[in-house]
């Protein structure tokens, strides 16, 4: 993983939370935390498609301003996690963060 891009660490965390999310017993969910599960999945994909965006990035300006729209949807992304600690494990939002930071210290 130390060697891995943002933008494979991403996809990577992508696919993890859309397993986590996939084995979950939505029927039982509160309409908030269903809300807070599908807004989790589409939070990953944007976050993901911000990372491709500012690995392809052409000039150091663009690049720039990618890494800044990344960072803050990663946040928003980690402050997902929170919303849904009842619904996932500790160990799997631990994970998970964990993760998220470390892409994040990769997007520069």
């Keep these: 993983m130390e060697n891995e891009s943002p933008f494979l660490a991403m996809q990577r965390a992508e696919t993890y939370i859309k397993g986590l999310i996939r084995v979950v017993d939505t029927d039982s969910l509160s309409l908030d935390e269903r809300r807070a599960l599908a807004a989790l999945r589409r939070l990953s994909a944007e976050t993901r498609l911000d990372i491709r965006d500012y690995e392809l990035s052409e000039t150091r300006e663009e690049q720039l301003k990618k890494a800044a729209e990344a ?12 919303a ?25």
């Design 84 to 108: 849904i600690t009842d619904v996932l494990s500790p160990a799997d939002i631990a994970q998970l963060d964990a993760s998220l930071e470390y892409i994040k210290g990769r997007v520069v």
């Design 71 to 82: 960072k803050r949807r990663l946040d928003k992304l980690r402050g997902n996690l929170l």
